[in-house]
């Protein structure tokens, strides 16, 4: 049986990156007692994946991670939240349990997209006007970068992958929302648009530590190449 | 939500950010206003190294499990935070809570190895301690020091306000009682350290005092205060099996060395290897109980979700039942789908077959420990190891599918020819050559692989050995450079490879394992040279610290390449570890005549150690 645990990340736990979050969830699962499938050979293991890697540093109220139960499952959605929570640190929180259908793809495949929340760290914020410029930024045709990868560089535009930019006030608080491409082909991530952002207007270095990035929810597509129809990736699941 | 001590903009550049905000698996966290004390252990390493230390585990737990007592851990900041917290003068501060080292009742610093020394220093020195006792003030927090380096705490004894010799489970309750009636009164630390200074076990070494002769050797050593004992014995565990053990320890969120369940079965050993100092301090032997250990291994697994188990002890082929064990925990974790690691098995068929069940034949390989490459070395040492059976261990494994071996010797033992060093590249070479023999070509894997490591032998107090002389950096070099050019003298020298260890971080270790008081000050020069991490290569600053040595006018070879007469006074004769003097004394002149020992179980040598009424040395005697 298919199972999708959504977990937000929050706190410390930011600097916990992707691969020993694998791990706590390892070890969380054993210490929950749910009875996961293994994988057979001389060194099995847990069949699980993740849907999306978080950064280190970024915070998340919307991550994913597909396991495979043995059946008969003795536990309902509600039982295996409260189990797996009941073994979380603080930081992490499991919000929500579903099934998905055999046929459902897994867990990464499935990522289609991803919002973000931005917000400058306390005496980070950029000298321009950031608020004022950042729908100009938006509206340009083409937004151009270079990405730097481990073993080249090359230009990129950003354009076709940000699907919303806007500037968010919330509680007096000014913050950058942005719904953006996290497929394995295109993903983008939302500091190489802050990047893009502050260089379009003058300010060539963005330092690592400036942005307080969460990303509020991943999605999976539901609509099709032309019209996408962007859904949480929990909506592919149901209770059981 | 737990406030972090460090800023983002921090830990979004050091690496391992995960090392310094705590918040694990079975952490504690408790209120500052419920506790009395508070108790800050440190491993003076890095987290990854610290993490995975069994004594810390127990001491923690052991701790929290008391109402007033709040302890937390922490750990060498690395090289980047270090330099940043020193830049930006940000304190050190403990994991849990996230608060300063400074505003702790006490520091416990666990000394596990000679070259984490200038750590301490680190560790005191980003805490806003002062580095020398002497000058720490009522506000300080108590400096206790505890592990195998305090059973020669000299080196080091300017730095700490008390030792605790021996094991932690029998005696902290005492201590912490009599401090906080000390704070409840509000008497001065000296007179808490006095007073605790006469508690059995713990060390004070601020009211001792030593003098010298004019050669440099000891000529008086004791207390300047009235009421201290001039004889300090080791606190011990005699029931193992009832005292407490982690069942819920601290799971890192990062990879540490010791990523697993660890069931200590037994401590003490009773081979008796005349370098171990193991071997003599943790006597005598004493088992836990299987039932007990059983039962802990799945609560363990539970509490933890690990995914390996491992048995720890000096020598677990000696554990009385570990057949029963082996077998119920090949079937627990076969159910729970968790890996088994078995160290330190004596190789014979039971081991094979155990080994074959837990782990992939193909990838794992087979370890042998001769420590020396003759038989001649093997009877000065005491390591009844003999050819015969190492060669006979070998075959059974090659039959079993096994192609890798691994061999782990020392060089630089006391009266070591060139014949000896030789064997150790003959006695590889004839394990390769059983391969051979035994496998037909159509089954083998390629070809064996023998890897023979040697490390440099450093005499270690309360060893047989602790007379004896160590080799210069010259001979140790020489004497890896003949090995390897025997190695490569051998039939099948393409199925060996060989490797050594560093040759000067060895001198240094042996200075410090058998140095007195008057290194403090090479230790505090060393420190602000800016020597930490000693025992990580790429820190290890050799000439910093000739540099030291030349400065406080002290030499090297007094405390390394002199064989100590019999009647020298060391500066850890202060300490008792049960073992005493004159076996150690018999047990260096047996090796003088390449003479064994029985082993415990076989036959009593009378080491002393029966004083504390238990163990090895009562079994089968009700």
């Keep these: ?240 | 939500m737990r406030k972090l001590a460090l800023q983002d903009e921090i830990l979004l550049q050091v690496d391992k950010p995960a090392r310094y905000i705590g918040n694990e698996v079975n952490s504690v966290m408790k209120r500052v206003e419920d506790v009395k004390v508070r108790f800050c252990m440190c491993f003076p390493d890095v987290y990854e190294i610290g993490m995975s230390h069994l004594g810390i585990q127990i001491l923690y737990d052991m701790l929290n499990q008391w109402e007033d007592v709040w302890c937390e851990r922490v750990y060498s900041p690395w090289t980047d935070l270090d330099a940043i917290m020193r830049k930006e003068g940000i304190p050190l501060f403990a994991l849990e809570s996230q608060d300063p080292v400074k505003n702790f009742d006490f520091l416990g610093i666990t000394i596990q190895y000679e070259m984490c020394y200038t750590n301490i220093l680190q560790i005191l020195d980003l805490s806003g301690i002062p580095l020398k006792a002497a000058e720490r003030g009522e506000e300080d927090p108590i400096v206790i020091g505890g592990g195998p380096c305090t059973y020669n705490p000299e080196p080091i004894a300017e730095f700490f306000d008390l030792f605790y010799i021996g094991e932690g489970e029998t005696q902290y309750r005492t201590l912490l009682d009599l401090y906080e009636k000390h704070k409840e009164l509000g008497t001065s630390r000296r007179e808490f350290l006095l007073e605790a200074g006469k508690l059995s076990g713990i060390y004070a070494p601020g009211f001792y005092e030593a003098t010298y002769h004019e050669d440099g050797t000891i000529a008086s050593f004791g207390p300047t205060e009235d009421g201290l004992p001039t004889t300090i014995r080791k606190e011990i565990v005699m029931d193992v099996s009832d005292a407490c053990y982690p069942l819920k320890p601290v799971v890192p969120f990062i990879k540490v060395t010791q990523d697993r369940v660890v069931l200590e079965i037994q401590r003490g050993c009773i081979r008796g290897c005349r370098f171990c100092q193991a071997g003599q301090l943790y006597r005598p032997v004493r088992e836990r109980n299987v039932e007990v250990l059983k039962r802990y291994a799945v609560e363990m697994l539970k509490n933890t979700g690990h995914e390996e188990i491992s048995l720890s002890s000096l020598s677990s082929s000696d554990y009385s039942a570990l057949e029963e064990l082996v077998s119920f925990l090949i079937e627990e974790c076969k159910e729970r789908t968790v890996n088994i690691s078995l160290p330190s098995l004596r190789i014979d068929a039971f081991s094979l077959d155990v080994m074959s069940k837990v782990q992939d034949v193909k990838k794992s390989s087979l370890t042998f420990a001769p420590e020396a490459g003759s038989q001649r070395m093997r009877n000065v040492i005491n390591k009844g190891l003999t050819e015969e059976v190492i060669l006979r261990g070998a075959e059974e494994a090659f039959r079993g599918g096994w192609n890798k071996v691994k061999l782990y010797f020392m060089l630089g033992l006391p009266g070591e020819t060139e014949e000896d060093i030789r064997g150790i590249a003959e006695l590889s070479n004839k394990i390769a050559a059983v391969y051979y023999e035994t496998v037909p070509k159509e089954k083998r894997n390629g070809r064996c692989q023998i890897v023979a490591s040697t490390s440099f032998f450093i005499p270690k107090p309360f060893t047989p050995f602790q007379w004896a002389s160590q080799n210069t950096k010259q001979e140790f070099l020489d004497k890896a450079y003949l090995t390897k050019q025997s190695v490569l003298a051998q039939l099948n020298q393409k199925s060996i490879k060989y490797n050594w260890h560093e040759a000067d971080a060895s001198v240094l270790e042996g200075v410090l394992a058998r140095g007195d008081r008057r290194l403090s000050e090479v230790l505090l020069r060393v420190y602000k040279k800016g020597c930490i991490f000693d025992a990580w290569g790429e820190y290890f600053n050799n000439e910093a610290w000739l540099a030291a040595f030349e400065e406080c006018g002290l030499d090297i070879a007094f405390y390394t390449t002199r064989e100590r007469s019999l009647d020298e006074i060391f500066p850890w004769d202060f300490l008792d570890c049960g073992v005493t003097k004159e076996f150690l004394k018999r047990e260096w002149l047996k090796s003088k005549e390449e003479t064994v020992s029985p082993n415990c179980r076989m036959q009593c040598q009378g080491c002393g150690a029966n004083r504390f009424g238990g163990g090895v040395c009562y079994e089968n005697k009700n």
């Design chain 1, 1 to 240: 049986m298919k199972i999708r645990i959504k977990f937000r990340k929050y706190g410390s736990m930011k600097f916990i990156g992707h691969l020993d979050i694998m791990r706590y969830f390892q070890k969380a699962i054993r210490r929950a007692e749910i009875p996961i499938a293994y994988s057979e050979g001389f060194s099995p293991h847990q069949i699980m994946s993740f849907a999306a890697p978080l950064g280190v540093g970024l915070l998340s109220n919307g991550e994913y991670l597909d396991i495979v139960c043995r059946e008969p499952l003795h536990m309902n959605a509600e039982e295996m939240k409260a189990a797996l929570n009941h073994v979380m640190v603080e930081g992490i929180d499991i919000v929500n349990v579903c099934a998905l259908s055999e046929d459902a793809g897994n867990a990464m495949a499935s990522v289609a997209a991803a919002r973000y929340t931005v917000v400058f760290r306390k005496g980070y914020e950029p000298e321009f006007d950031w608020k004022g410029q950042l729908s100009e930024f938006y509206n340009q045709l083409t937004i151009p970068v270079i990405k730097q990868t481990k073993k080249s560089t090359k230009e990129l535009d950003l354009k076709p992958g940000i699907y919303e930019l806007f500037l968010k006030e919330t509680d007096g608080q000014s913050s950058i929302e942005m719904l953006v491409d996290a497929s394995s082909a295109g993903n983008i991530k939302p500091g190489l648009v802050m990047e893009a952002f502050c260089k379009e207007n003058g300010q060539e270095e963005l330092q690592k530590a400036a942005l307080l990035i969460t990303r509020e929810d991943t999605y999976g597509d539901r609509g099709t190449e032309d019209i996408h129809q962007f859904v949480p990736l929990d909506a592919f699941g149901e209770a059981f």
